[in-house]
């Protein structure tokens, strides 16, 4: 089985662009999760869908930072217009149904010039 | 879990010896608790995970426990090798779907 697939792996950008960060979702898995790592602040989580739905985005930093599912099996964190202080690794993370295992992908390195 | 910032704990063990890694917890209404390991560059790995009405479960090589009344858990490695070298997280679930991570704690195995 294919896991959760991430993309980019790595991405440089100077601040003010825009950075996409995509994420597929193990098949069959309805819960997708964003968290965000750094060394300061350990892993952090942003944004919980379920069923496609958001259902707690208060991890979200700011107005900057906007995330989206279209359907099942893809999900989209956004974060317009980027910071240096954004610089780190976005991981996203899916799972089957409450207090099961959540599969994370192997992440984003997100670095902000 | 406490987050340590810059500084990770780390445990350094002799190759072939047993590792235990602890972590203290901070919700005493959370009911399901996951080990995960990290290596360098990639995403935390599912090892095992244990339901608040138990105390203690076994997977291959791994055995974790989970002390309600202190509100403590840990991870014990039989045997360790080199390739267990990696960054270890606790993770509790205290609301609904969410995790709530611990600060990590960094495993170096000397061959």
């Known amino acids: 089985d294919a896991g959760v697939i991430q993309s980019p792996r790595h991405e440089v950008t100077e601040m003010g662009q825009e950075v996409t960060l995509r994420c597929k979702p193990i098949s069959g898995h309805n819960s997708l999760f964003w968290y965000r790592q750094t060394m300061m602040r350990g892993l952090e989580l942003l944004i919980y869908f379920n069923n496609n739905v958001p259902i707690d985005d208060s991890g979200m930093p700011e107005d900057r930072f906007s995330a989206k599912m279209p359907n099942a099996s893809f999900s989209t964190l956004k974060i317009q217009p980027s910071e240096p202080r954004d610089s780190a690794v976005y991981f996203c993370a899916s799972t089957r149904q409450v207090n099961q295992p959540q599969h994370f992908g192997d992440g984003t390195r997100l670095s902000i010039l | 879990g406490e987050n340590v910032g810059l500084h990770l704990p780390t445990l350094s063990v002799q190759e072939g010896d047993n590792s235990i890694i602890n972590c203290a917890y901070s919700?005493?209404?959370?009911?399901?608790f996951i080990w995960y390991k990290q290596e360098s560059g990639k995403g935390p790995q599912f090892i095992i995970d244990i339901r608040s009405n138990m105390d203690k479960r076994q997977g291959q090589r791994v055995t974790v426990l989970l002390n309600k009344t202190v509100k403590h858990l840990s991870l014990q490695i039989a045997a360790t090798q080199p390739g267990d070298s990696a960054v270890y997280f606790c993770?509790?679930?205290?609301?609904?779907?969410?995790?709530?991570f611990g600060g990590g704690t960094r495993l170096m195995v000397k061959p």
């Open positions: 919700n005493s209404a959370s009911d399901y």
């Open positions: 993770a509790e679930n205290n609301a609904g779907n969410m995790l709530t």
